[in-house]
């Protein structure tokens, strides 16, 4: 399976404040995931977009798949301190792979 | 309830020594993985299980084994330990194939080799 690449590396911005990070990836994929860790945590599951899906939301999360530029966006609105945490993408190609590859992420910092 | 669980949380020994990490999932997941985090947070897989059965073995030095006595088990043993090893590792479990489904995280265990 094949990894996305997040960017920015490092977002820093203020409560209430939205954030947009960025994935791209290099084949065609069957679907993607968003993940979130707070430091020292595990990863926790955002939302998972299909590849015939432009948008989706959840909550103050917005992602959104452009199939055509290889790329998708996790938008965050009016964030909270709760929110600092890395994010990371993971698309999925549809292969026999039973497992996710992930970047580096991209760390998010909301200051109060 | 917590739905990954790995013991210990934190460990710490000498190169040299043999470890183990286990993971218990009581969610009715049929597939468990093993990932790595370095100090770079780039998080890698090492293993994947399926039903018990070994799926994905990536690149991973053959001191590292893991152990799947059940579906809701995945372990992992730790051989002559090194430097290098000093990572964090999470244990993962999904409904089927990782791409087509949510994994959840247990909450890593930090390995530090010293």
């Known amino acids: 399976s094949q990894q996305g690449e997040e960017d920015p590396q490092a977002l820093s911005i203020q409560e209430g404040e939205n954030a947009t990070m960025n994935c791209s990836y290099k084949?065609?994929?069957?679907?993607l995931q968003w993940y979130r860790q707070n430091s020292g945590r595990g990863l926790v599951h955002l939302i998972l977009i299909r590849s015939n899906e432009r948008e989706k939301h959840s909550g103050r999360l917005r992602v959104t798949l452009d199939t055509s530029k290889k790329s998708s966006s996790l938008l965050i609105t009016a964030s909270r301190a709760a929110d600092t945490a890395s994010y990371f993408c993971?698309?999925?190609?549809?292969?026999?792979?039973?497992?996710?590859?992930f970047g580096k992420g991209t760390s998010l910092l909301v200051t109060p | 309830d917590t739905a990954v669980s790995q013991t210990p949380k934190y460990l710490v020994t000498q190169m040299g020594n043999d470890k183990s990490i286990k993971c218990e999932q009581n969610?009715?997941?049929?597939?468990m993985y093993w990932y790595k985090q370095d100090s770079k947070k780039f998080l890698k897989i090492m293993f994947s299980?399926?039903?018990?059965?070994?799926?994905i073995n990536e690149t991973v030095p053959n001191r590292f084994s893991p152990k799947s006595p059940d579906k809701a088990h995945l372990n992992l043993h730790i051989n002559s330990l090194e430097l290098g090893d000093s990572a964090v590792y999470f244990c993962a479990s999904s409904r089927g194939r990782a791409g087509n489904y949510e994994q959840y995280f247990g909450p890593g265990t930090r390995l530090t080799v010293t």
């Open positions: 993971a698309p999925f190609a549809g292969d026999s792979g039973y497992a996710l590859n």
């Open positions: 084949t065609s994929i069957n679907n």
């Open positions: 969610l009715g997941h049929d597939t």
């Open positions: 299980y399926n039903n018990k059965e070994l799926i």
